[in-house]
């Protein structure tokens, strides 16, 4: 555990525990319908890659409770989204892309009416063959951008003279998003043509811009509110906009306050997904496994639109390296287009399908030269001083991973299991065990600098209670919580005495979206930032009254302190208020040292990198594919930590969704373009079951040497990574059911059906 914890004023529950536990905690699908209130309900494409002739909504308008329908006829502004390709319609059509496209809404007296008129809808189209790999579209000429490439020094030329070289290919899955709460939106119009929209989104701003930009009105006539949303993992980042600009198109059109709330299976129809990816590899290597050269052609699956495809894609290329110095490579990315949901964030944003392919040459680097693939990856590590360049010109001036993986090896007696295994395999002839310990290095910030910037407001009471107002969201990540203490820390007063108040465009103009891991690290240094000037207001008011500086007032245990007497906080804020002191800030905050060229890709994308490392062992069913995860260790870095209990809760929840990702969440597509698991019942996210039954979790003690707030580093993406330690031993696994040293192929997700192939394959 971290023994560097701050402050007690930090340590207390998630900020809404209490409510959650009982019941109490509110989502947009809770709140109290304004009188007149509609329910929407999207008319949604059967076809992928299909024509539209002529749409038939007779028998939609006679259903009974339906008050009328919106198309694209019914947008004011411009009939596409305001996205940053511009690139995707409102309402489909004439051209329908997938399967769940939405086409208009149906407008009811309550939610049920309105979906089951939805049903009713008629549609006469002419149907081809739709693009449903990328490897289809790759040869179809068919991409939503322009491919991107990447290179440093020769790697052909270091492939050609290396002593050793390697190909491969990987297909990786995708994965749903599976938030507990799916997406909605209320959209309640105000006086003057200004509108109140509830969205569950990870990013307030941006429904703010695409309602706007819908409606044709300027942005301040928007107001966007998220008290908090039921998960999100990045399928609230973008997509929550659709809900909103849908809500409020019908808002608009009737007159009347919109609620849309999507049930579970038209969500997975509708929305998009984390990116498959098609990986296409060469590496050359020395006798110790050393990376020569890499070259590496990456395909992804980015649906029909281009979304957040782009940046996903680059940041699959910035983590290619993961944790290794490469000194010549090549890298071309394409941006494949497809018909079907336009995928878009998840947890991780294009990371995890880079350092997968890396960690899967380096284990197929290992078992060609019969070495441990550990050593493997300790001679290929970044340097200290040499060695220590990412590929777009980053140094790596914080490396811990040597030592942070030899302790979580020496903790979890790698050496010794190694062994052990070895001998338990060549004793056991249907129940074969794995081992693989693999690091993590991801780059923490915004690949986009201009979203590297955030605001927050602290206003303090007469009372002494203070409230925070900041520009993220919370999702159950415990944003709140953390951003609350940090107030609290800076005005000496307990945790429980800071409440924040919901995300507001309002409150925060222009905020950037609660992703890429930077939650904590952008609002709580905003509102640290404001709360100091709070704190500053108060302090030099106070030493005027004493007589002495306002260096010497001390905040601390919920008084305010001078040399002269000391005084209860709210004694001095009352004080203060009678000599008309300013009692409220806001705060503001840029992430220093950041610069990008996105036309080179090259510069300091991120501000520093978060660490880890994970050892899974695994034992699997030679005769059936079917395994079990036995036990899990990991270390992690999350600098140092400003909620031990919270970034613990992370660490567990990252690595059992990338758990999930790789090894049991299986999206299918049938040959006409439909998901078939669109439910529970046909989509496994893991359980408890699923999860190792030894789970060890470990915090890496060392403050983040950047000036990050508090010294902590982000843990919402990182820990999701560890997982492809499962995956790594799974392979190891197999590897020794099969003679030789050629390469392991297991795409993900690493069903037991695709084991047992593995096993299998000739």
Not at 239 to 256: D, I, S, T
Request: net charge negative.
């Amino acid at each position: 555990m971290n023994t560097n914890a701050p402050t007690a004023s930090t340590h207390r529950f998630h900020e809404s525990a209490n409510a959650q536990v009982q019941g109490r905690a509110s989502y947009i699908d809770d709140l109290p319908l304004v009188e007149g209130t509609l329910h929407a309900a999207p008319l949604m494409s059967p076809l992928a890659n299909a024509q539209l002739i002529a749409m038939d909504l007779e028998a939609v308008l006679a259903a009974p409770g339906v008050v009328g329908t919106v198309t694209a006829q019914d947008i004011p502004g411009d009939p596409l989204l305001a996205t940053f390709v511009h690139d995707e319609p409102i309402f489909a059509g004439p051209q329908l892309m997938h399967v769940g496209q939405v086409m208009g809404l149906v407008l009811g007296d309550s939610h049920t009416q309105a979906r089951h008129a939805a049903r009713q809808m008629r549609l006469q189209t002419t149907q081809a063959t739709p693009l449903l790999h990328a490897r289809e579209a790759m040869q179809a000429g068919s991409f939503v951008l322009p491919k991107v490439t990447v290179q440093r020094g020769d790697a052909t030329a270091a492939l050609n003279a290396a002593p050793h070289q390697l190909q491969g290919s990987l297909e990786i899955g995708g994965q749903e998003h599976f938030y507990l709460e799916s997406q909605i939106a209320y959209a309640i119009p105000q006086e003057n043509g200004h509108w109140l929209i509830h969205s569950g989104t990870q990013h307030p701003g941006e429904v703010q811009h695409w309602v706007a930009h819908a409606l044709h009105i300027p942005l301040s006539q928007v107001r966007v509110v998220c008290r908090r949303m039921g998960g999100g993992f990045g399928g609230k980042e973008t997509q929550a906009g659709h809900l909103a600009v849908w809500a409020a198109l019908a808002a608009h059109k009737f007159g009347r306050p919109v609620k849309m709330r999507l049930d579970r299976g038209d969500d997975i129809l509708i929305t998009g997904k984390r990116h498959p990816f098609s990986h296409d590899w060469q590496v050359g290597f020395d006798a110790q496994g050393r990376v020569l050269g890499l070259d590496s052609v990456q395909l992804a699956h980015c649906g029909h639109s281009a979304d957040l495809s782009g940046p996903v894609a680059d940041r699959a290329i910035f983590h290619t390296d993961n944790a290794y110095y490469l000194s010549d490579l090549h890298i071309a990315s394409h941006r494949c287009k497809t018909h079907t949901q336009s995928h878009t964030a998840f947890r991780g944003f294009g990371g995890p399908q880079g350092v997968l392919l890396i960690e899967t040459v380096m284990g197929d680097i290992a078992r060609h030269l019969g070495l441990d693939a550990l050593d493997v990856r300790l001679v290929n590590l970044y340097g200290l001083g040499e060695r220590d360049t990412t590929p777009y010109g980053m140094k790596v001036e914080d490396n811990i991973l040597h030592p942070l993986m030899t302790q979580l090896a020496e903790r979890c007696d790698y050496r010794a299991r190694r062994q052990n295994i070895t001998d338990w395999n060549a004793q056991h002839s249907v129940i074969k065990k794995g081992l693989a310990l693999t690091p993590v290095k991801f780059g923490i910030s915004f690949t986009a600098t201009q979203f590297n910037q955030a605001g927050a407001v602290v206003s303090v009471y007469t009372d002494g209670s203070v409230r925070v107002n900041h520009g993220g969201t919370e999702m159950g990540q415990g944003l709140h919580t953390k951003v609350c203490g940090l107030v609290a820390r800076v005005l000496g007063l307990p945790a429980a005495q800071v409440h924040a108040s919901a995300s507001d465009t309002d409150q925060v103009a222009n905020a950037s979206a609660t992703a890429a891991s930077s939650g904590t690290d952008l609002n709580g240094r905003a509102a640290e930032n404001a709360a100091l000037q709070v704190r500053h207001n108060i302090a030099s008011c106070i030493a005027k009254l004493d007589n002495c500086s306002a260096e010497a007032v001390l905040f601390e245990g919920g008084q305010v302190i001078t040399p002269v007497r000391q005084r209860s906080f709210p004694e001095a804020v009352q004080y203060a208020y009678g000599q008309r002191v300013q009692l409220w800030s806001d705060g503001f905050y840029a992430t220093p040292k950041i610069h990008y060229d996105r036309t080179t890709l090259t510069g300091r994308p991120f501000y520093y990198f978060a660490y880890g490392a994970a050892c899974s062992e695994v034992a699997i069913d030679t005769l059936t594919g079917e395994y079990r995860v036995l036990r899990t260790d990991i270390l992690h870095d999350v600098g140092h930590s400003l909620h031990p209990e919270i970034d613990i809760g992370q660490i567990e929840g990252g690595f059992a969704q990338g758990l999930g990702w790789l090894t049991t969440e299986e999206l299918v597509w049938n040959a006409k373009g439909e998901l078939l698991t669109k439910g529970a019942s046909t989509y496994k996210i893991p359980t408890a079951a699923d999860m190792p039954a030894q789970l060890n979790i470990e915090l890496w003690h060392e403050a983040n040497v950047e000036g990050n707030v508090g010294g902590s580093k982000a843990v919402g993406e990182p820990p999701f990574m560890l997982a492809i330690s499962v995956v790594e031993a799974l392979r190891d696994a197999i590897g020794v059911t099969r003679p030789g040293s050629t390469p392991i192929r297991l795409n993900t997700p690493a069903t037991p059906e695709r084991v047992l192939n593995a096993i299998l394959a000739p």
